[in-house]
């Protein structure tokens, strides 16, 4: 029985308030992205650079000889957001901030890669996945599309996300849906902009438009089954900027979101038939744009248990959550488990943690071993005996 060698807790501290410190959005990882391929190259791993940019994969191949090939998956990327904390490791860069917990994400999985090349006792090849622009861009698309799946053959993909509200050394895994799909939609209304004493003279584009407001979520509360979860909500309204004038034109901006594809495309027809049916009701043109952005994460059963009994032995039974409803919040790993059957899990960032996306929020470092410990146990489990879950 062998030892393992996990890395110090104040060195995990340091990797993650050097991230920390250094946010960088969607694509602009550079720096990052540089210092997570120097701590891997400086324990030995094989590291390629430059998918998606600032992508990276690390290879590690087990010493017990041939098995499968499973792929590992953390985050890089920071938010728009302005830190509100008053900590040494708070953000230096203005407007950016790590507000969703990559930071604790890559540092985690940098921990793993370390203690799994120290004592690479399991049979296969572990691809350490670094991905760049999780929010809003889809860096595991642009990964993909890059060639990660070809270059990089694997039988199974996992990822996690640290979760506010779980109790640091609780976690859940669903055997299905974990986040939901995410569309975006940009409309813009035309009509004859006129005197505000005279709208009889022109079509009023920001009356329609507060008709769609109200309109559009009924398409989820009144057409959709409830036991279907699914949101629409309109963000965004732009129109006018005076007293006397109806506006020429109407911008609003919204997202749907849910997790079964078939409910996705009818929504998008809903969404579609009821604006043209509001612009025809008040003499307008109507330019639509429906942007199908992420897919549902959503958990192969057999996967997701697997990484359950990885977690249950880790953190004990009934700490382990499997039924917990899934986020309407959405994930791009969706486009890694789409291609490749795996699990998503979350693992609790405590109680009183701000929200993800809070100007308040930050990694709890007393998740960071707990992720390491998780990672490693679950290659461990995974290519003990080279056979991953089956496929159902
Ligand atoms: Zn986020
Ligand atoms: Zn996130």
Request: glycine share 8%.
């Amino acid at each position: 029985m062998t030892t393992i060698a996990w890395p110090e807790q104040a060195d995990l501290e340091a990797w993650r308030h050097d991230f920390h410190r250094h946010p960088e959005t969607a694509f602009e990882e550079h720096r990052t992205s540089a210092r997570v391929a120097e701590l891997l190259r400086s324990w030995g791993l094989e590291v390629h650079e430059g998918l998606a940019g600032t992508g990276i994969v690390a290879v590690l191949r087990g010493q017990r000889g041939e098995g499968p090939a499973i792929g590992l998956r953390a985050d890089m990327d920071a938010l728009h957001v302005t830190e509100m904390n008053d900590v040494a490791h708070a953000s230096a860069n203005p407007g950016r901030m790590h507000a969703c917990g990559h930071d604790g994400h890559t540092t985690m999985l940098l921990g793993a890669a370390r203690t799994l090349a120290a004592q690479p006792d399991f049979s296969g090849t572990v691809y350490f996945i670094f991905q760049p622009a999780e929010e809003n861009e889809g860096g595991a698309r642009v990964m993909i599309e890059d060639g990660l799946f070809e270059r990089f053959p694997m039988q199974a993909v996992y990822s996690m996300h640290n979760w506010p509200g779980l109790p640091v050394g609780a976690a859940a895994v669903n055997a299905g849906p974990m986040m939901a799909a995410f569309d975006i939609f940009s409309l813009t209304l035309s009509g004859q902009g006129c005197h505000a004493a005279m709208p009889h003279l022109g079509k009023d584009t920001l009356l329609a438009a507060c008709h769609l407001v109200t309109q559009l979520p009924a398409l989820i509360s009144r057409e959709q089954p409830v036991h279907k979860p699914a949101v629409l909500s309109v963000t965004s309204f732009n129109a006018g900027d005076t007293f006397n004038v109806v506006p020429e034109q109407v911008k609003l901006r919204g997202t749907v979101r849910c997790f079964d594809m078939e409910q996705r495309a009818r929504i998008e027809q809903r969404l579609r038939d009821v604006i043209a049916a509001t612009a025809t009701l008040h003499g307008l043109t109507a330019e639509l744009d429906y942007i199908v952005n992420y897919p549902a994460t959503i958990n192969a059963p057999a996967h997701a248990e697997a990484c359950a009994g990885v977690l249950a032995e880790l953190l004990g039974e009934d700490k382990v959550h499997r039924n917990l409803p899934p986020s309407m919040g959405s994930e791009d790993f969706a486009f890694m488990s789409q291609r490749c059957p795996g699990a998503y899990i979350w693992m609790g960032n405590g109680e009183n943690s701000a929200s993800l996306h809070n100007p308040k929020y930050d990694f709890n470092d007393a998740l960071l071993p707990l992720g390491v410990r998780y990672w490693v146990s679950l290659v461990t489990a995974l290519l003990r005996d080279g056979k991953l879950p089956s496929a159902e």
